[in-house]
């Protein structure tokens, strides 16, 4: 294989998961940081992110394996609470600014361009205790935050991620209660905060676009998670709908409003309309965009998405009314007993292919950037990763196989300082 000039190859962290430090240096605490310290069920053997990787104090470390695998661009997150202590700009940590001024200039001097995700599940606990992403207040205080970011960094920060993974953060968060906050209100909480992202994300890329576009030339977009969902018997009508539904509850859910018209697909504000209607609520629990509609729409620059596994999915109907974001979209969802599989991810590289097509398809061919991809192993973990390195080599065969294809993807690398407008224009003959 011999993927084309100006193909980007990036590896990807985010704050809690590998820096430690938690309260050095005048950090202020966040969510992550009181949820894993509280212990519990829903602590893994009572582990925290503490130390982590201790990326804090061992970036050099880090930076050393980065030119080691060539990387072209690396993704990391900044922790608004090592930045922003209170989650305000009433605190500034100058050490936090100067943590990521090293990283940020470090991958610079080395030929690797940063990709900056603002938010990655770490909410300043502050900020929590206020009503976290259930108040609509937060949407002030994101913008505010990622005004900072853009105003201390943009200057050499290009691409930007507002927030990582809003789809399976609402659900983990407000729907199974297993992220922090923790709280679980089945069927109601995670829309709420869903709709309360979707916002934040389209202020803050307004916010870019009219304070700090024109001078700084970067681009903002969110990145959003997308298993592939195939019928699991293709040659039934009921479950060629399901995976329909299901990949518009999934992906769609929140790059229709943002990529497509600003407003949520239809099948999704009909099935929760439907649900709730038949579990006595007067309107439905799916919250609605109004004027925010044309605040919301065009809010990208370019598709993130992260791609791990595929599921088979088929029509399941909720006869019972029963109550959940799971029951909304009334489908079951499981993998092929012939699939690899380890924890949650099964091995199944064809699904990537499949996924980009339809975004390329659905999205009117965007630019796309795959933020995140990977294959987990047990603990302890064994450097004989032969089934990491199998799920590579097949995971790259796939994206060769479309990059093979005519037309199927735009190709996008441009030069940093190249005009919006005219990255746009690039295309290769993929």
């Not at 030119?67 to 989650?87: A, I, M, V």
């Not at 576009?213 to 019928?231: C, D, H, N, T, Y």
């Not at 699904?351 to 796309?368: A, C, E, F, Q, S």
């Amino acid at each position: 294989m011999a993927f084309p000039a100006g193909f980007g190859w990036g590896a990807a962290t985010s704050a809690y998961q590998v820096e430690g430090g938690w309260d050095a240096d005048g950090k202020g605490p966040c969510v992550w940081d009181t949820f894993t310290h509280q212990g519990g069920e829903r602590v893994f053997k009572n582990q925290t992110g503490d130390v982590a990787c201790g990326s804090y104090t061992l970036w050099e470390e880090d930076l050393k394996c980065i030119k080691q695998l060539g990387l072209t661009h690396y993704r990391f997150s900044l922790s608004w609470s090592r930045l922003l202590p209170d989650g305000t700009t009433g605190f500034i940590n100058q050490k936090g600014i100067d943590y990521y001024n090293k990283i940020i200039d470090d991958l610079l001097a080395n030929g690797v361009r940063p990709i900056v995700t603002l938010y990655h599940f770490d909410l300043p606990q502050a900020l929590e205790d206020q009503g976290g992403w259930l108040s609509e207040a937060i949407i002030e205080s994101f913008d505010k935050y990622a005004r900072f970011c853009f105003s201390t960094f943009g200057d050499r920060v290009k691409q930007w991620i507002t927030i990582n993974e809003p789809n399976i953060f609402a659900v983990m968060a407000y729907e199974f209660g297993v992220f922090p906050p923790g709280v679980s209100n089945v069927g109601t909480k995670a829309y709420q905060a869903a709709h309360n992202l979707i916002k934040a994300h389209a202020r803050s890329w307004h916010s870019y676009d009219s304070l700090f576009r024109k001078e700084q030339k970067g681009m903002v977009s969110l990145s959003i998670f997308a298993g592939w969902a195939e019928p699991a018997d293709p040659y039934s009508a009921s479950d060629q709908e399901a995976v329909k539904r299901a990949m518009a509850f999934q992906l769609d859910f929140f790059a229709k409003p943002i990529f497509i018209d600003g407003d949520y697909p239809e099948v999704v504000k009909s099935q929760v309309a439907l649900m709730s209607k038949k579990q006595g609520y007067s309107s439905s629990r799916l919250p609605e965009f109004t004027e925010e509609k044309r605040m919301i729409k065009g809010t990208a620059d370019f598709f993130a998405v992260q791609y791990y596994t595929t599921r088979l999915v088929k029509n399941q109907e909720n006869r019972k009314g029963e109550l959940g974001l799971l029951q909304d979209v009334e489908v079951e969802v499981f993998p092929d007993p012939s699939w690899i599989s380890l924890s949650w991810v099964c091995v199944v590289p064809w699904g990537i292919r499949k996924l980009l097509k339809y975004i390329k398809d659905t999205y009117n061919n965007p630019v796309i950037y795959i933020t995140e991809n990977g294959f987990p192993q047990g603990d302890p973990t064994s450097f004989d990763d032969t089934q990491r390195w199998e799920y590579f080599r097949q995971t790259f065969q796939e994206l060769f196989k479309g990059l093979s294809s005519p037309d199927f993807f735009r190709l996008h690398n441009p030069p940093t300082d190249m005009k919006l407008k005219d990255a746009y224009s690039l295309e290769g003959k993929l």
